[in-house]
Structure formats: C-alpha cells, structure tokens
C-alpha cells in the first residue's frame, strides 16, 4: 500500500523516495492529511520507538525527521486547501543566535522534536533579535527555542527576550533556552521558562511548557 | 589539503577573504568562501615556527614547544565543581584566584587556565581575570579575549608593565577557534589576526565531533580538524610571517545515543595519539586535551583522565590540556588527581634507561642467590629516580588502611586542595606594578562603559 511504502521510506531516511510516493500519493487523490499522518508522521513515530528501545541511534532519527520533513513540505499547500488541520503536538521556532555559528545541538534537538510530533521552524544560525520577532509573528509558535555556545553569545539570549517584551509578545510564547554554558540560574536571571541540557530532556521539557501554557 | 583545495574554508572577514584572495587562493566573496591552494599552504606550515616558547613573571618558569617535551595545562570552564559541596555551580572570580592558586602549587602544570569569572559584572572581564591570574601565579599563563582583538591588544599592554621588558617569549597564549566544520568565524579570524600581529603563542584550533561536525571515521574528522588548523596556520602566516602557532585539536564523537559529546572515549585517545604525529610532519607544535564525561569526582574520570593523558603522552604531543577539567567544569579534587595521574603517565613515558649501571649485573651478582635488594646502595641510590612517589593513590594493605581511618581518594584530594589553597603563596608581585595593572583595568572598564551599549556578563550568570 502507498502509505505504508511512505512510513517505509521516511523510516530508512531515504528523502528522494519518500518525495517521489508523496507526489504520487497526491496524484492518486490521497487526503493530505492522511498522507502526513498515515504515511509521514507514521514512519518518523517508528523510528522514534525504536530510538526509545535503543534499537536504533540519533543518525537514524536525524535521517528520518529530515525524510519527512522534506515529504510535509511537498503536502502543507494543499493541507490548506483541503481546511483540515494536521495534529501537532506544537509550533517551535528555533535558532541559534546573533553572533553564534555553532548548529549541531540545534539539529539534533530539532530532529527529536520533529519525530514526537512538534512542526519546528528552523532559523538558521547567526539570527538577529529581529528576525526571531518576525517569525514569532508570522508563525505564531507555543515555543521560541535559543541556542548558543558560549559564555559570550549567550548574552544574546537575554538580548532576545527583552526585545519580545519590547515588542510586547513575550507573553504569547514560551522560552526554551540550550547550550553548553546554561543553567538554572540563567535561566531566571534572563527570564526564559526553561533549559534543556540534551536533546531527550528537551523534550520532556518543551511538552512540560505546553501544559503550562 | 585536498578539502582546502576541493571545498575551502568559509572566511566571515572580508580583511581576511582579500588577504587570501591576495596570496593565490581562489575567492568567493559572496559566499566568504576561500580556496586554498597547495602550494600557499606548504609555503606557509614551512614559515610557521617549529619551536614555541613562553615564560612566566617568574623567568625560570618556562614553556619550550617543540623540543620532545611534554608540557600540561588545564582547560576553559564555565561551571566549578564546588570543593564544599560537590555541586556544579557558575565559575566566579573566586575560582580565578582559587584556581589559579592551586594551579600556581601543582608541580605539572605548565600553564595554568583559569574559569570565567561569571559573577563579575563589567565590560573588561577579560582584563580583570587577567589581573588576578597575574597575581597568582608566576608561571606564564592561557587568556581567553572575550573582546577579541581589543582584549589581545590590552593584554599587550598589561604583559608588558608586568614583565618591564619586550621579549620574543610572551607570558599569556591564546586560542583561535574554527567551527567545524570549515568556518571560521569572525571573532575568532579577530583573535587569530591580532594573536599573529602580535606574535603571541596561538592554538590553532580545529575541534570537528565525529559523526556531528566531522565524519565518524577517525580518519576522515582528522582530515577535518587538519584542513581547518592547516588554514588557520596560513592566515596567520600571512598576516605576520613566523607567528608562533600550535597545532590545536580535541576530537572526540557524538554518543549516538545521546547526541551529546562522548569526550572521554577511546576514540579521544586515538585522536590524542595521532594528533602530536601529524604535527611533528608539519614541524608545528601540538596539543591535545585529556577530557571524561563523568559529571564528578569518581572512578570514571579517574580512568577516563588516564586513558586519555597516558597516550598523548605515550605518542610525545608537545603539551596536553585538561588537568582539572571536566566536561564544562573544572573540578578542584580532579585537578589534584590529574596531577598524580600525569605524574605515573609520565613515568610510564619516560621508559626505562638500559646501561651499565641499570642493568646492575655487579649488584646481581653481589645479592646472589636468595639474598634481598633492599638493603643495597643501588637501591638506595636509585629508587628516587626510578620510582614514582605517589601522594594522593593507596599503597596500604587493607588492614592498615582501614585503621588509619578508611581514607577514600575523594576525601584526599579534597583535603590536598584545602591544603594547597590554605598554605601555598604564590611569588609576590611588586606593588607598584599591581597598581599600575589596576590603574589600566579600571581606566578601560570606565572607558567602555561610556561608550558601550552591548550586554556585559551580568552579575547574576
């Protein structure tokens, strides 16, 4: 079956075929919805149990995020035509800050949060203040995700969250703050919600913020 | 020098882009993209100096790079491992003196490194951890220039009141770091323009994760970390022909469990045995750090601290980071455990020595059958130097051990630490000399603060 071929295909990663059943599923007259459900979401959750048993590794769960990633992208237009919603656990942005490079937490994190089920926007790196107003605007997220690498850029943080109260939507998100140099006292003494140390925490954690929101 | 001719490395400085541009690398401005060609790179790693040296306020401290010697230093930290209550806590301006202090005691350490001071609230923290480490220890020493340029320059001028005289041989060395993979970025190109200008002793740095910013073959994350030092070599050697520059790199794997850094893998330990003989091809002095992921003062990073200092040892890397580390944390009781265990690696690399008087066959034969060694004047001679005296491991029977109060390693080295900071005064430093230091801090933190709108370290990170 189609859909099954697509959990397939996002479950070993493989994006060229994954985009190639997606089309095709599309032009047979599959739902959207059902596609990123059934298909998509389907493969990467496969994968996710088995990362949880420890049958499998974070190569594995990158590939496959990245998989359907690619496959939603190809299916969100005509998800709005067809005016039903996809089920998502929540809306992320996430970045790495104004003066930082360093993106290979970031990736790993977004990969996780995309195999339990949130939508990730992800910034880049280098991002300025600004730029994560914007998308906070445009994308309207549960959750804004900082990332930076040393005791020098994550000032950038603070920088950030005072210019969401400048631009008074600091109240409409929360802030999930990561990198090497975080802690708890940071945290406070910035004002962001919460930190993730690793990956699996930050799971835990960005779904804690959800309820408490 | 395939990748540096294939793919290049990314160049956020359009000074440093022009400069390459300049020396016949193919540029891609747009992109802050520069090719390097083989033969720029060859030239040079040729220039670049074999030899590296560096000398404390006191001038018997010296750092001699590049002469089959290993030196030992400690590493960056953001976080301490509290001595009173063992919990992880941010570095503050305490920790610079304390563990400068401390470092300033134990005989190896080469090169003391301090932790931020993150309680310090100013713009010119640099410069105020630079101060306190100066006064702490008469060995020369590792700055981190938050600043970039502008802290190196300072750190000139600091360098030069303290040691009254312009040498050759400076008394602070730096890191310019690449991020792997292939990027430099623009604060570091500052740091490594400014270091070379200067001729201050720079680490090169290429740092690539195996299977994050580097491929998960070893091989192929030294062609990484290689390609990203060899680059870093060749900027400076533009910008000042002779810049001493060492040959910096801490590779390690991605847990793919985790996605967090596996630092104190066996992986680690054959980065550290291959790094100090790629440099000695390139006649640049090497680095390579010894690193555990315990997150205290346990068995791990007792056994993870050895597996990783005994073959950087083992394969001659000129100087080895990592006493006191531990992950982002420098701990007090691992420093004073690192010590003794760079001591046996030590004694492990220096092998045994084989002639006449070693091989004692007059000895031999004078003890005979059945007799005892004990008592010999070889013996008595020779034990100093052939055996390792160590303070903090146990060599007592178990019985005794248990009536001289049961003593684990952890309550030791706390005890040695308590101690060293509570008996050991590190040489002092003229008075008018302190002033004039304080008198340069302070005019610059006014400075800055006038004129500055960016964030400075805040009071309560």
């Known amino acids: 079956m189609l859909l099954s071929d697509i959990t397939d295909a996002v479950a070993n990663g493989d994006s060229e ?197 | 020098m395939e990748i540096l001719k294939r793919v290049g490395v990314g160049i956020q400085d359009r000074r440093v882009l022009d400069l390459l541009g300049k020396n016949g690398c193919e540029v891609n401005i747009n992109e802050k993209v520069a090719k390097i060609p083989e033969s720029l790179v060859k030239d040079c790693v040729s220039i670049s100096p074999s030899k590296v040296n560096m000398v404390g306020r006191d001038k018997n401290k010296r750092i001699k790079l590049g002469i089959g010697k290993t030196y030992f230093a400690n590493q960056d930290a953001s976080f301490v491992e509290d001595i009173k209550t063992g919990k992880w806590r941010e570095s503050t301006k305490k920790d610079v003196v304390d563990f400068t202090k401390l470092n300033d005691a134990l005989e190896n350490v080469d090169l003391p490194i301090k932790p931020t001071a993150r309680d310090l609230d100013s713009p010119v923290v640099d410069l105020y951890e630079f101060f306190e480490v100066a006064k702490n220890t008469s060995k020369p020493f590792h700055m981190v220039p938050y600043r970039g340029a502008d802290s190196i320059r300072d750190f000139v001028v600091m360098e030069e009141v303290i040691m009254r005289e312009k040498s050759d041989d400076h008394l602070f060395s730096v890191v310019a770091c690449c991020a792997s993979p292939l990027l430099w970025d623009k604060w570091s190109l500052d740091v490594l323009s400014e270091s070379a200008k200067n001729k201050i002793p720079l680490y090169v740095a290429g740092q690539p994760v195996l299977g994050g910013t580097g491929p998960v073959t070893i091989a192929g994350t030294l062609v990484v970390g290689t390609a990203e030092v060899m680059s870093g070599v060749v900027i400076a050697e533009l910008i000042n022909r002779g810049a001493p520059v060492i040959y910096w790199d801490g590779a390690y794997p991605l847990d793919m469990r985790t996605g967090l850094s596996a630092t104190g893998s066996p992986e680690h330990s054959i980065v550290n045995i291959a790094v100090p003989q790629i440099a000695r091809y390139l006649k640049i002095p090497s680095c390579v750090i010894s690193l555990t992921d315990s997150c205290t003062f346990d068995v791990q990073s007792g056994y993870e601290k050895a597996l990783s200092f005994l073959p950087s040892i083992l394969s001659k890397a000129d100087i080895v980071w990592g006493i006191g580390g531990m992950g982002p944390s420098v701990s007090y009781t691992q420093a004073v455990m690192d010590n003794e265990i760079v001591d046996m690696c030590c004694r492990v690399g220096r092998w045994m020595e084989v002639d006449d008087y070693t091989l004692a066959l007059d000895v031999i034969e004078k003890v005979g059958i059945g007799g005892t060694y004990i008592g010999t004047k070889h013996t008595k001679e020779a034990h100093h130097r052939e055996l390792a005296k160590p303070r903090l491991s146990n060599r007592l029977q178990r019985a005794t051990w248990e009536k001289k109060g049961s003593k684990s390693m952890d309550w030791k080295a706390c005890e040695m630490v308590k101690e060293i900071l509570s008996t050991h005064e590190p040489s002092l430093i003229e008075k008018d000399v302190v002033e004039e230091l304080r008198s340069i801090v302070e005019g610059r933190e006014k400075l800055l603060i006038k004129s500055s709108p960016l964030p400075n370290p805040s009071k309560n990170i």
């Open chain 1, 17 to 213: 075929t994954t985009n190639k059943l997606v089309e095709e599923a599309l032009e047979i007259g599959y739902k959207p919805i059902e596609i990123i459900e059934e298909g998509l979401a389907r493969g990467l959750r496969k994968v996710g149990q088995l990362f949880e048993k420890g049958d499998l590794f974070i190569p594995d769960l990158v590939v496959a995020a990245d998989a359907m990633h690619e496959g939603v992208k190809i299916v969100e237009p005509k998800l709005l035509e067809g005016n039903r919603k996809q089920k998502i656990v929540g809306k992320v942005i996430f970045g790495t800050v104004k003066g930082d490079i360093h993106d290979i937490g970031k990736n790993i994190v977004i990969a996780m949060l995309r195999a339990n089920g949130f939508i990730v926007h992800d910034l880049g790196v280098d991002v300025p203040p600004e730029k994560f107003v914007e998308a906070i605007n445009e994308w309207d997220p549960d959750i804004v995700c900082l990332s930076a690498m040393t005791t020098i850029t994550i000032l950038q943080q603070k920088v950030v969250i005072e210019k969401l109260e400048e631009n008074e939507i600091r109240k409409n998100v929360k802030v999930l703050v990561g990198g090497a140099v975080v802690s708890d006292d940071w945290v406070e003494s910035v004002g962001a919600d919460a930190y993730a140390s690793d990956a699996i925490t930050a799971i835990q954690v960005a779904k804690s913020l959800l309820e408490g929101a």
